[in-house]
């Protein structure tokens, strides 16, 4: 039996107990891994071991499969209607809001990110993310198509059925919302991956699933490592489609596994290089304060962080002036996520942290100049880096090509709208980004002109829950959020009925 | 300040105490009327008082459309986001759940229609409404179109404004609910006014209004009679929109209204004469059961009934004799009777019309196969399931709309006699098919001219499935995202970034 994961917090910001189960939730239960290994959870802020929870293999992929599989042949599926299945989804959000702030807690635990963005962000948009799709259960419509009067064609937006899921650690617990909310409203059942870095907030949900009501297989949630569930998972010759976000990297070993067992359809959410950018024109100060949340927010941890900030000329003193105070800023109010004032937390792990510190040697060692930052924070404990801008950067440096996912903002001069939009496009990512300017002919133009799924104008990673997300070239296809998630968890039919022709 | 109605159920279907606001919901509370005046509130099923509510008249409706304009300026429309719209209307669907049974209790006395089936199926439904729009509220898009790449061209689907609603008392609580949820969702402000025969459970959900939270003037209830407040707001100065459901008469009347006032939107969802056609082929047992439900539920007091039912000649015996011995097993009682299934019409005004046309279809020759009477007391509302034969198709009971449990029972031919036969007629609400060959099944459906069209069912609804109708039954949609449309003006946005005049 698996063992729950209790701790008793009292700090300024939060106090209560803090509470997950630690085994794998499959068919509507909590059960041990068939091959009993388990993976150490690590608090970032402290670098300390919070709690062992189970390791999923191939053999627990297969009856988590199985399970769905049961489930969306006699309680899911189109065997239910969409109200239904709405107001399970509406029942889970109720739930989970009731009991919002320990999940807050336990998110500030397990990734090291601030009270204010785990409350105050993280849980603000799972919950409305939950709600929408639970909206969207019962308004799934098909078309009907004129041919001609011999013939009723139409579609049908059927659900695929088992649908596999792997979510990152930098959002864990909006992520699976993200996943879990568009799937289960059209009508699949799922078998999610959490991040094995951050398992507890998607676990501590998987207890809310069971009091929601779902039937059992409805939702798997099993933690595991890539190599052995993840890879399981993208094998699998029953789960009809995948939806991964997490690495370029990674995403492609899933595409290819797709390919080389049963061509189930596959949504990618990768990485991202997203260009900042900002003209002579641009209102200084809004322009600096996003820029610095595109850049420290979730200590840089985000696949739309817009690490490459592009500055015309005519400002670049001033704004790199201003934006260098706000990382100093940023800076002063790092630590712990449950002090007063916290906002910028650590890495989520040892092996991120030597990452960041890896690219932030690179761009020191190719030339780059070291504005602010580019050190480990003076907390010794837990994985804290400070917020770095490096300046006088060139295009075939690292740091400029490379996505870092961690607080280190590559600085160049531009001088020309063409010049920009050619540089910014000089990416194989395409994910996000931002453009500054007061002209609002300018704003539409280069936003049209940047590759990417997503353009901010005079703002930046405002993410909504019901606005698409996702990317172009090598940060992936496929998109979420929306009404376009539902595209994306159902599959077409088309249906041509002959009325009358005989032949 | 205005009375609270309090009512003690000691029935055999439901015992409790339910309490019922009687005065004018407006600007968030309920006050009494204008002039002070009242309307007497009867019981179908005995023609005794229940209540007096209070009597709106032009005058609370000028007040609450300022209530309703005021709220839509400053914390409804566009200035709250969708998801916050949403979530009060969960809310008060939510609530209702929990009143559940006290709100069907409260329309079955107020209604007449059996409580099972209000309980049952009524309240449900309604509360299934205001949650399927309530999750419509976030996901209102426009569209962004592709003209050339030096312009931006969208649209915005934008609230239109102050909107006017006019419900009928045939199902007072399902009325309201599919009236009130699109509207609301798409972000408009409302003045509502239920019927002056029932306006009972309306009143009790504006309690519930209160409690979910809703900004004061975001809903407005204003009860009144139709050439008072009905007339009011449909030549309003004030009021952007209207919608009513009811008789086609004064569907004439509100469009009659808009024209001469301020051009206001305008839907219409009127009467009905609705064909239900019975092939050779058709499982019979099934299609008796479905034409019973098509023309006794509700008293036959629904607008898509389907009151004249088509039989093809080789199963005309069968089906008339099965349908016969099906209708005449119907118990006819008090709402809160333990068996009952068909319950008072609702008001003795009503009853005399429908006693009116049976009295018609005798006179023009028509035969009476079944009822064509009232039922008990003589004075009473309770009228016997009637099943005419033998008619011609001039005939006002085939014409007309009766609004009754009185049934025609036709036999044809072939096909395409009875297509023509279905569609001569002013009206186009619904209509239905009975067969199993799925040729003919769509080939008759598709030629039907009428909004909805089931094959092989009757009075089949649903949240997400638009209703209206064609002809004479009406102009535009309720349920569905194609209500939506009709509760949202649509405004073009050029934003050119490239183009320079010379």
């Not at chain 2, 099906?326 to 003795?348: E, L, M, N, T, W």
Request: with cysteine.
């Amino acid at each position: 039996m698996p063992e729950t994961f209790k701790v008793e917090l009292d700090t300024p910001i939060y106090k209560g107990s803090v509470s997950c189960n630690t085994g794998l939730f499959i068919n509507g239960k909590f059960v041990d891994a068939v091959e009993g290994g388990t993976i150490d959870v690590i608090n970032p802020s402290t670098g300390k071991l919070l709690t062992k929870v189970a390791a999923a293999t191939s053999k627990d992929v297969d009856i988590a499969v199985e399970a769905a599989k049961k489930a969306y042949k006699t309680s899911w599926g189109l065997k239910v209607s969409g109200a239904q299945r709405g107001e399970l989804l509406m029942k889970l959000a109720t739930l989970l809001e009731a009991n919002i702030d320990e999940f807050a807690a336990l998110e500030c635990l397990n990734v090291g990110k601030p009270w204010s963005e785990s409350k105050g962000f993280d849980m603000k948009l799972t919950l409305q993310t939950l709600k929408y799709y639970a909206g969207w259960a019962d308004k799934v419509h098909g078309k009907t198509i004129e041919t001609n009067e011999q013939k009723l064609a139409y579609t049908r937006h059927e659900p695929y059925g088992v649908v596999g899921q792997i979510v990152p650690w930098n959002y864990p617990l909006t992520m699976v919302s993200w996943k879990i909310g568009p799937a289960l409203a059209t009508g699949n059942v799922v078998v999610l991956k959490p991040s094995e870095i951050t398992p507890l907030t998607a676990l501590k949900l998987a207890g809310l699933v069971q009091e929601a009501g779902f039937p059992p297989g409805v939702v798997n949630i099993i933690p595991g490592y890539g190599a052995t569930a993840g890879a399981a998972m993208s094998l699998h010759p029953d789960i009809r489609k995948i939806a991964f976000t997490g690495s370029t990297l990674t995403g492609r070993k899933i595409q290819e596994a797709s390919a080389k067992s049963n061509l189930k359809v596959v949504t990618l959410e990768l990485g991202g290089k997203s260009p900042n950018i900002i003209f002579n024109d641009a209102d200084l100060e809004q322009a600096v304060k996003w820029t610095a949340i595109g850049i420290f927010s979730n200590s840089g941890q985000v696949c739309t962080a817009g690490s490459r900030i592009f500055v015309q000329e005519g400002i670049y003193d001033a704004f790199i002036k201003a934006f260098s105070e706000a990382a100093a800023g940023v800076n002063t109010k790092t630590g712990d996520p449950f002090a007063e004032g916290t906002i910028h937390g650590p890495v989520v792990s040892q092996t991120q942290f030597d990452r960041v510190m890896g690219y932030i040697d690179a761009a020191k060692a190719e030339g780059a100049t070291t504005f602010i930052g580019g050190e480990r924070h003076s907390l010794t404990e837990g994985f804290f880096v400070k917020p770095t801008i490096f300046t006088d950067c060139t295009p075939d440096m690292k740091i400029v090509q490379e996505e870092v996912f961690g607080p280190v903002a590559a600085v160049v001069k531009f001088k020309t709208e063409d010049e920009v939009i050619e540089m910014a496009n000089d990416s194989n990512y395409g994910l996000a980004c931002a453009v500054f300017t007061e002209n609002v002919s300018r704003a539409i133009r280069v936003s049209n002109a940047l590759e990417a799924g997503m353009a901010w104008v005079n703002c930046n990673v405002t993410t909504e829950y019901n606005v698409p997300f996702g990317g172009y070239k090598q940060s992936g296809y496929g998109r979420e959020l929306g009404a376009y998630a539902i595209d994306t968890y159902t599959q077409v039919k088309a249906v041509h009925i002959n009325v009358g022709l005989r032949i | 300040m205005p009375a609270i109605f309090s009512h003690r159920f000691d029935t055999p279907l439901y015992t409790g105490n339910v309490y019922v606001q009687t005065g004018l919901f407006i600007n968030g509370a309920f006050v009494d009327a204008s002039s002070r005046t009242t309307i007497d509130i009867f019981n179908p099923s005995t023609g005794k008082v229940i209540t007096q509510v209070s009597e709106g008249t032009a005058k609370d409706i000028d007040l609450a459309v300022a209530a309703a304009r005021n709220a839509f300026n400053t914390t409804w429309g566009l200035k709250v986001p969708g998801s916050a719209r949403g979530q009060l209307l969960y809310k008060l669907a939510t609530l209702m759940e929990e009143s559940l049974e006290e709100l069907a209790a409260i329309e079955a006395l107020d209604n007449g229609t059996a409580f099972g089936v209000v309980k049952g199926w009524v309240v449900p439904f309604s509360i299934g409404l205001i949650k399927y729009y309530a999750g419509w509220a976030d996901k209102i898009s426009g569209q962004v179109i592709e003209t050339d790449e030096g312009r931006l061209t969208y649209t915005r689907h934008e609230p239109i404004g102050v909107v006017g609603q006019i419900i009928p008392w045939n199902a007072p609580l399902l009325m309201f609910a599919m009236k009130i949820a699109p509207a609301l969702a798409a972000g408009n402000t409302v003045v509502i006014k239920p019927s002056e025969l029932t306006p009972l459970s309306a009143l009790r959900v504006c309690s519930l209004v209160q409690e979910a939270g809703f900004p004061p003037g975001v809903l407005n209830v204003v009860v009144g009679y139709g050439n008072t407040v009905g007339s009011a707001l449909s030549s309003h100065m004030n009021i952007d929109k209207i919608s009513f459901t009811g008789s086609t008469l004064t569907g004439r009347k509100i469009m009659e209204a808009a024209s001469k006032s301020n051009l206001k939107n305008i839907t219409l969802e009127l009467g009905g004469k609705s064909p239900n056609i019975i092939f050779n082929d058709a499982d019979v047992d099934q299609a008796v059961s479905w034409a019973c439900h098509g023309i006794f539920f509700a008293q036959g007091q629904i607008c898509f009934a389907g009151s004249r039912i088509y039989v093809q000649s080789g199963i005309y015996d069968e089906f008339l004799a099965k349908f016969t011995i099906r209708s005449k097993a119907h118990k006819i009682g008090d709402p809160f009777g333990v068996d009952s299934y068909q319950g008072p019409q609702i008001s003795s005004t009503q009853t005399e019309r429908v006693m009116g046309y049976i009295k018609s279809g005798v006179d023009q020759g028509a035969k009476v196969h079944l009822g064509g009477q009232r039922h008990g007391d003589q004075d009473g509302n309770f009228i016997t399931p009637t099943i005419f034969t033998d008619t011609r198709p001039d005939m006002k009971i085939v014409q007309e709309e009766i609004f009754g449990p009185v049934s025609v029972v036709i036999k044809f031919e072939d096909q395409e006699d009875v297509i023509q036969q279905a569609n001569d007629t002013i009206y186009g609400l619904a209509a239905a098919v009975f067969t199993q060959d799925i040729s003919q099944a769509f080939e008759v459906g598709h030629a039907l001219k009428a909004g909805t069209v089931w094959v092989n069912c009757y009075n089949e609804v649903h949240a997400a499935v638009p209703f209206g109708g064609f002809k004479q039954s009406g102009i535009g949609r309720e349920y569905g995202s194609y209500a939506l449309e009709h509760y949202v003006n649509v405004k073009a946005m050029h934003i050119n970034i490239k183009h320079k005049m010379g």
